[in-house]
C-alpha cells in the first residue's frame, strides 16, 4: 500500500505533518478528517525516505521488549487514558518517555498505524512477540466496551502477577543451584587433579584393588583423556534435548514430565493453574465469551500439557457440556476446586470463584516456594553424603588393606 506525506492544522490552527498508508490521498483525507485535522497538503512519500525509514529501523542486534516494559506500558496506558488524555497524545508521549529503544519503535509504529485508521488491537497485533495473543483479546474487549482504561488495569494486575511468580522460582532455586554447582565443581576437581595423584601411589602396591577404586580409576582416566569426548557427549545431548523441546510434540511430552517430577511439579502444576484461573476470570469479568476465555488463558499457562487440557475443556464446552464437566474431564484440578466451580456455574459468579482459585494456589504456590529450600536440603545432603561415601570407600579402602598387610608383616 502507497504512503503518503501530509501536512495538516488540528483544532488549535497548528500545523502536523506525518505519513499515512492509504490505497488512495482521498482515503488519506477521509482518515485525517476522522482524527479531527484539515489536509493542507498531501503528496506520495518518495520511495527513498520510505527505503531508509524501513532499512534504519532493520538492525543486526535489537533489544527485545522486556516483560518490565510491557509492565509499564501497560500501567501508563490506564493512568493516562483515566485522566482523559486522548489516545494519540498518549502514545505520543510514552514513546519519548521509553528508554528502550526498541519499545519506542513499537510504540511509534503503532502510533503511525491509528493514524492510518488501524484499531488499536490492530495495530498491536503488528508486534506478535510484544504482544500477546492474551493481551491483544483483552485490548479488543477494552475497545469494545468502552474501558480501554480498566482494561489496561487489570493487564497491569496480571503481568505483575507474572513478574512476581518467575522471581519468587529464581530466589527459590538460588540456594539449591548453587549447592549443585558447586557439587560438579568438587567432581571434576578431584577427578582430574585428586584421583590421578592417589592412582600413582596405587599402582606401588602391586596388588589387586577394590571394585569401587577402579571404577574412580576408570573414570578420572576417561575425565583426564578424553575430556574433550566428554564436552563433546554433554554439547550433544544439550542440543538433542533443546530440540526434542523445540518441537510441538516434545515440548508437550516435556512439561507432563515436568509435572511429575518430585517437589518441583506440584509446583509447576499449582502455578500453571494459578495463572489459569486469574487469566480466565480477568477475560469473563472483562466481558469475553466462554469459549474465547478459555483459548485465552490456554496460552498463558506457560505449559503446553496443561494448555492441551483447557483446549479440550473449551472443546467440551462448544459441545454443549456444563463448565463443570469440561473441568472434571479436564483431569487437573483437584475436587476443592471442582466444588468451587460448581458453585460458581450455580451462582452465576463463575469470574468471582475463579479469581479465588487463583489466589488459592498462588498462596499455595508462595508457600511451596518458601519452603523449597528447606524441600530440597535433604536430598542435597544425600547426594553429598554418597558422593563422599564412594569417593571415601574408593580412596581409603585400599590404603587401609595396605594398612593390614603391614602389621601382619
Known amino acids: 500500500m502507497p504512503a503518503f506525506a501530509y501536512k495538516a492544522r488540528d483544532g488549535g490552527s497548528r500545523l502536523v505533518e506525518g505519513v499515512l498508508e492509504g490505497a488512495t490521498s482521498g482515503a488519506v483525507v477521509d482518515v485525517l478528517r476522522g482524527q479531527g485535522l484539515t489536509p493542507v497538503e498531501i503528496?506520495?512519500?518518495?520511495?527513498?525516505?520510505?527505503?531508509?525509514?524501513?532499512?534504519?529501523?532493520?538492525?543486526l542486534f535489537k533489544q527485545r521488549v522486556s516483560h518490565i516494559d510491557l509492565l509499564l506500558f501497560s500501567r501508563q496506558m490506564h493512568t493516562l487514558l483515566k485522566a482523559g488524555v486522548p489516545i494519540m497524545r498518549a502514545l505520543s508521549g510514552l514513546q519519548d518517555a521509553a528508554i528502550n529503544p526498541e519499545m519506542k519503535r513499537v510504540i511509534g509504529e503503532i502510533r503511525e498505524s491509528l493514524e492510518a485508521g488501524r484499531e488499536l488491537s490492530q495495530a498491536m497485533a503488528r508486534h506478535p512477540r510484544v504482544f500477546s495473543p492474551f493481551y491483544l483479546s483483552m485490548v479488543r474487549v477494552g475497545e469494545a466496551t468502552g474501558l480501554l482504561e480498566e482494561i489496561f488495569l487489570r493487564l497491569f494486575e496480571h503481568l505483575e502477577f507474572e513478574r512476581y511468580m518467575r522471581e519468587q522460582v529464581k530466589s527459590a532455586l538460588r540456594y539449591p543451584m548453587f549447592v549443585v554447582l558447586a557439587m560438579a565443581v568438587a567432581i571434576v576437581v578431584?577427578?582430574?587433579?585428586?584421583?590421578?595423584?592417589?592412582?600413582?601411589?596405587?599402582?606401588?602396591?602391586?596388588a589387586e584393588?577394590?571394585?569401587?577404586?577402579?571404577?574412580?580409576?576408570?573414570?578420572?582416566?576417561?575425565?583426564?583423556?578424553?575430556?574433550p569426548a566428554l564436552i563433546g557427549i554433554v554439547a550433544v545431548?544439550?542440543?538433542?534435548?533443546?530440540?526434542?523441546?523445540?518441537?510441538?510434540?516434545?515440548?508437550?511430552?516435556?512439561?507432563?514430565?515436568a509435572l511429575r517430577i518430585p517437589i518441583a511439579g506440584k509446583i509447576l502444576h499449582k502455578a500453571?493453574?494459578?495463572?489459569?484461573?486469574?487469566?480466565?476470570?480477568?477475560?469473563?469479568?472483562?466481558?469475553?465469551p466462554v469459549m474465547q476465555a478459555l483459548s485465552n488463558s490456554a496460552q498463558t499457562v506457560d505449559n503446553a500439557y496443561v494448555s492441551r487440557c483447557i483446549e479440550g475443556m473449551r472443546e467440551n464446552v462448544e459441545r454443549g457440556e456444563s463448565l463443570l464437566r469440561a473441568t472434571i474431564s479436564s483431569g487437573i484440578f483437584t475436587p476443592v476446586v471442582l466444588q468451587m466451580v460448581a458453585v460458581g456455574e450455580e451462582s452465576g459468579a463463575v469470574d468471582d470463584m475463579m479469581e479465588e482459585i487463583g489466589d488459592m494456589y498462588r498462596q499455595e504456590v508462595e508457600y511451596e516456594l518458601k519452603t523449597l529450600s528447606q524441600q530440597i536440603e535433604p536430598i542435597l545432603i544425600v547426594l553429598l553424603g554418597i558422593m563422599v561415601l564412594i569417593l571415601a570407600l574408593g580412596i581409603f579402602l585400599p590404603m587401609w588393606d595396605l594398612g593390614k598387610v603391614a602389621i601382619k608383616r
Open 43 to 59: 503528496k506520495e512519500a518518495p520511495a527513498k525516505t520510505r527505503e531508509k525509514a524501513a532499512s534504519f529501523n532493520v538492525t
Open 190 to 206: 578431584v577427578n582430574i587433579w585428586v584421583i590421578p595423584a592417589f592412582a600413582k601411589v596405587f599402582a606401588g602396591f602391586g
Open 209 to 227: 584393588l577394590p571394585l569401587m577404586t577402579r571404577v574412580l580409576l576408570g573414570f578420572s582416566n576417561f575425565m583426564v583423556n578424553y575430556w
Open 237 to 257: 545431548a544439550v542440543g538433542a534435548f533443546r530440540a526434542w523441546v523445540g518441537t510441538t510434540r516434545g515440548r508437550y511430552d516435556w512439561d507432563r514430565i
Open 272 to 288: 500453571a493453574l494459578s495463572r489459569f484461573a486469574r487469566s480466565f476470570s480477568l477475560g469473563i469479568r472483562s466481558g469475553v
